[in-house]
T-cell receptor
């Protein structure tokens, strides 16, 4: 079974700190994603990557950056954490998603980040 | 503008009864739909999917129905169990949309 591992389940940081969220997948997936989940707002895409060293902005990239130096690892960086970045952060990976491939997106367990 | 809508934020059902979760979409190019279940403090897990060439897909207690003309899909859970209590997300992909588009979720509570 595909395993997507996020390095921390819970994190507490101070406003202004630089925060790194790490994600590793073990199934050689090309595609990796970072979402945040907030009550009433669903899953919102922050950044995604279709290949090593490649990154694309999602719907809410402001205040975030990403790094993908190796295929299996996708890092989310909060350059200067703010209280409105308190959220559940979810990493996901997949092969090419389409009705033809019948593939699915696999999620990690999530990191609950609190910025004080 | 939301392309995938789950208009019911919450649903409460008695154990043993049927749960019906609804999802509407606006993009007629979507051709692949997925449902995910999420427990608190955990990542979403895949539940069931359906391609636009089908109108029904079944997996145990879970059935997804797709009505392309109405741009509507629904997830049926029969019989509902207390362990089904979770947030359910509908997602779609297709056309020029290269990433999954998620709805905002419906919180299902199954009462014993």
């Amino acid at each position: 079974d595909v395993k997507v591992t996020q390095s921390s389940r819970y994190l507490v940081k101070r406003t202004g700190e630089k925060v790194f969220l790490e994600c590793v997948q073990d199934m050689d997936h090309e595609n990796m994603f970072w979402y945040r989940q907030d009550p009433g707002l669903g899953l919102r895409l922050i950044y995604f990557s279709y290949d090593v060293k490649m990154k694309e902005k999602g719907d809410i990239p402001e205040g975030y950056s990403v790094s993908r130096e190796k295929k299996e690892r996708f890092s989310l960086i909060l350059e200067s954490a703010s209280t409105n970045q308190t959220s559940m952060y979810l990493c996901a990976s997949s092969l090419y998603l389409s009705s033809a491939t019948n593939e699915k997106l696999f999620f990690g367990s999530g990191t609950q980040l609190s910025v004080l | 503008d939301q392309q995938v809508k789950q208009n019911s934020p919450s649903l409460s059902v008695q154990e043993g009864r049927i749960s019906i979760l609804n999802c509407d979409y606006t993009n007629s190019m979507f051709d692949y739909f997925l449902w995910y279940k999420k427990y608190p403090a955990e990542g979403p897990t895949f539940l069931i999917s359906i391609s636009s060439i089908k109108d029904k897909n079944e997996d145990g207690r879970f059935t997804v129905f797709l009505n392309k003309s109405a741009k509507h899909l629904s997830l049926h859970i029969v019989p509902s169990q207390p362990g089904d209590s979770a947030v359910y997300f509908c997602a779609a992909i297709g056309g020029s949309q290269g990433n999954l588009i998620f709805g905002k979720g419906t919180k299902l509570s199954v009462k014993p």
